[in-house]
């Protein structure tokens, strides 16, 4: 089994680009989440999912928006990326919204 | 508003017991996890107590007390390989929605 699996692994971007990060999940969970960590403030919420078609703002949604197109399949958008952007980016799903399975993450730099 | 507090660092040798403590603010509590993050992996689920009491799985117990907004995270025959970053995370009801906000970690060295 996959689990859940995002991509890419890593990224550069120049400030003021656009990029899509993927999270796909083969759980069949109906929660999804997309989450930043930076050093020292642990994991933060940016926008989830309670099903296909839903999507909510989290702790730090600025910046950001997301899809849910498909149950399996959820979307990260930063618009126009910010050194502020630079962090780690973690997806998790979940069957029941308690026991959370993380992807690998994926490493952003914006310079 | 919601938080959560958590030592940053907690340092202690191989086959010792070491107790990781989380205090917690929030509305809509619903439960409290713990994750273990190794560095430059994924967070992983180690349990999640919604009750009052202890929870035991092998050598990981958590322990919870909801009138005190406490609980801790309780790891005994300590290895090399416990080394890692451990969260904990308060499952909360807020917008209709439920979800986890996450503190921000302690750092666990274990030392031979």
């Known amino acids: ?11 550069v971007l120049k400030t003021g680009q656009s990029m899509t990060l993927l ?5 069949n969970h109906e929660y999804m ?7 020292g403030m642990g994991l ?6 309670v099903g296909e078609g839903t999507t ?21 958008g930063l618009e126009s990326a910010a050194p502020s952007q ?3 980016y973690f997806c998790a799903s979940s069957e029941d919204g308690y026991g959370y399975t993380f992807g690998s993450g994926t490493r952003l730099t914006v310079v | 508003g919601q938080s959560l507090e958590q030592p940053s660092e907690v340092t202690a040798v191989e086959g010792a017991i070491v107790q990781i403590n989380c205090t917690y603010q929030t509305s809509g509590f619903y ?11 994924a967070p992983t689920f180690l349990s999640y107590n919604a009750l009052d009491g202890l929870e035991e799985t092998g050598r990981f117990s958590s322990f919870l007390s909801r009138s005190d907004s406490y609980g801790y995270l309780l790891l005994q025959e300590l290895q ?15 917008g209709g929605y439920n979800k986890l906000i996450f503190g921000a970690g302690t750092r666990l060295a274990v030392h031979p």
């Not at chain 1, 933060?44 to 999912?49: D, K, P, W």
């Open chain 1, 1 to 11: 089994n996959a689990g859940v699996t995002q991509t890419p692994k890593f990224r």
């Open chain 1, 23 to 27: 999270c796909a999940q083969d759980m």
């Open chain 1, 33 to 39: 989440y997309w989450y930043r960590q930076d050093p």
């Open chain 1, 44 to 49: 933060r919420l940016i926008h989830y999912s």
């Open chain 1, 56 to 76: 909510a703002k989290g702790e730090v949604p600025d910046g950001y928006n997301v899809s849910r197109l498909k149950k399996q399949n959820f979307l990260l």
């Open chain 1, 86 to 88: 630079t962090s780690v």
């Open chain 2, 31 to 41: 439960g409290l996890s713990w994750y273990q993050q190794h560095d430059g992996g």
């Open chain 2, 80 to 94: 090399m390989k416990d080394s890692a970053s451990y969260f904990c995370a308060v499952r909360s009801l807020s």
